[in-house]
């Protein structure tokens, strides 16, 4: 008689818990689905990537003390 308490018990704490997992699952798929439709929204991470201008004579690199030691680690 235990066993088969212990069984049921063991099974209806299960479903509910699937159930829920999937029932959030739906939720956040459904609020992103409507976050992605919306109209004017803008994107200001474009705006915020821009990165400097290359320097016309090459000479972008630079051997800082942040590259120096990684070249200090990096030896094998």
């Known amino acids: ?3 088969e308490q212990a ?3 063991a099974n209806s704490q299960a479903s509910p818990s699937r159930r ?3 029932m959030g699952a739906a939720a956040v798929g459904a609020a992103a689905a409507a976050v992605t439709s919306m109209p004017g929204l803008s994107t200001p ?9 290359a320097p ?3 000479g ?3 051997l800082s ?6 070249y200090q680690t990096a030896r094998v």
């Open 1 to 3: 008689m235990k066993k």
């Open 7 to 9: 069984t049921e018990q």
């Open 20 to 22: 829920g997992f999937f």
């Open 45 to 53: 991470s474009a705006e915020l990537n821009k990165l400097p201008p």
């Open 56 to 58: 016309e004579n090459g």
């Open 60 to 62: 972008g690199y630079s």
């Open 65 to 70: 003390e942040h590259v120096k030691r990684y």
